[in-house]
């Protein structure tokens, strides 16, 4: 079956501009939970979301939301861009909420200027 | 705060070779997961540990759990090129219901 699907896979921003990521889920996951990877923090998580509700949160500041949709499909906006969000974004989902293997997909490698 | 810490962070070994990673953490779980990245790519899930004393093997990787100790260990025996990437593990933080990683160790197989 279909792994999970980040889109998209590499984008360029500048500072003070949004972006917005989308995450596909395993078919019949429920919950996304979505990550930072940088080279100095390593994974962070970010949030995670089940039956379209955000059931826990990282610590990130307001900037950083998202949403999960009634598909199971997710996004995570980013706005007001600095340059320290320049990161590898990974999405990853899972049969369990708050628990349990992660399935992750390749990540949305953004650069920000 | 549940903390996870994975050592060595850099491993380099000759192919043929035997090792272990560490992999300790801070507060009470049964749950413990190892990963493996490739450079530039995603996270693999590699083993799931539910219990104390499990144990699992795949090819020339074999992990293990206790967790009276908060340890997990990541055993290679006899390493080939191809196990070259960054190994993870991962605990589900039971107070925030997340999954917390450690800093991953980078392993470099030599010929």
């Known amino acids: 079956k279909a792994g999970v699907t980040q889109t998209p896979r590499y984008l360029i921003k500048t500072r003070g501009q949004q972006v917005t990521l989308s995450c596909s889920p395993i078919s019949g996951h429920r919950s996304v939970s979505w990550y930072q990877q940088t080279p100095g923090q390593g994974l962070q998580f970010l949030f995670e979301?089940?039956?379209?509700?955000?059931?826990n949160k990282g610590n990130f500041p307001g900037r950083f939301s998202g949403r999960q949709f009634s598909n199971s499909r997710s996004e995570m906006n980013v706005s007001t861009l600095e340059l320290g969000d320049s990161a590898l974004y990974l999405c990853?989902?899972?049969?369990?909420?708050?628990?349990?293997?992660?399935?992750f997909g390749e990540g949305s490698r953004l650069t920000v200027l | 705060e549940l903390k996870v810490e994975q050592n060595p962070l850099f491993l380099s070994m000759q192919e043929g070779k035997n090792y272990t990673i560490y992999c300790n953490y801070s507060t009470t779980s049964d749950r413990l997961y190892w990963y493996r990245q490739d450079p530039g790519k995603s996270l693999e899930s590699l083993f799931v540990l539910l219990s104390n004393g499990a144990v699992k093997q795949e090819g020339r990787l074999m992990a293990s759990l206790d967790t009276k100790a908060r340890l997990s260990t990541l055993h290679i025996t006899a390493a080939v090129h191809d196990l070259s990437a960054t190994y993870f593990c991962?605990?589900?933080?039971?107070?925030?219901?997340?999954?917390?990683f450690g800093a991953g160790t980078r392993l470099t197989v030599k010929p």
């Open positions: 990853a989902s899972s049969l369990l909420v708050g628990a349990g293997e992660l399935f």
């Open positions: 979301y089940f039956s379209e509700t955000q059931r």
């Open positions: 991962a605990v589900d933080n039971i107070n925030n219901n997340d999954m917390r």
